[in-house]
């Protein structure tokens, strides 16, 4: 059985740092594309960032130059270390696993068709 599970989610200050962790079960993270997303009250759920099987990574324009995707195959644990957060990084934050895909490209990556098993969120407030 897949699960994701999510922490690290927190409140900061603009300008601040957190790293958010994913733990995967039932399956090997270093073999699947693993994305994040995220979702302010109001607005669709957006991709953010994601990292390949070969280790390639993703961003959004918004998040790029801030945020880092990597991934601990030994610990099975994808991370996104977000830096200089501003408050419209406000939002619940989630992993998700792409079991099914074989190629990838930027789009596909960050679309959220197309990952299979999502985690429940972690909460990341960003004040001014």
């Known amino acids: 059985q897949v699960q994701l599970v999510e922490s690290g989610g927190g409140s900061v200050q603009a300008g601040g740092s957190l790293r958010l962790s994913c733990a995967a079960s039932g399956y090997t993270t270093s073999r699947k594309m693993m994305g994040w997303f995220r979702q302010a009250p109001g607005k669709e759920r957006e991709g953010v960032a994601a990292i390949s099987p070969g280790g390639v990574t993703y961003y959004a324009d918004s998040v790029k130059g801030r945020f880092t995707i990597s991934r601990d195959n030994a610990a099975n644990t994808v991370y996104l270390q977000m830096n200089s957060l501003k408050p419209e990084d406000t939002a619940m934050y989630y992993c998700?696993?792409?079991?099914?895909?074989?190629?990838?490209?930027?789009?596909?990556?960050?679309?959220?068709?197309?990952?299979?098993?999502w985690g429940q969120g972690t909460q990341v407030t960003v004040s001014s």
């Open positions: 998700a696993a792409d079991l099914g895909s074989t190629w990838y490209t930027k789009v596909r990556a960050l679309s959220e068709e197309y990952y299979n098993y």
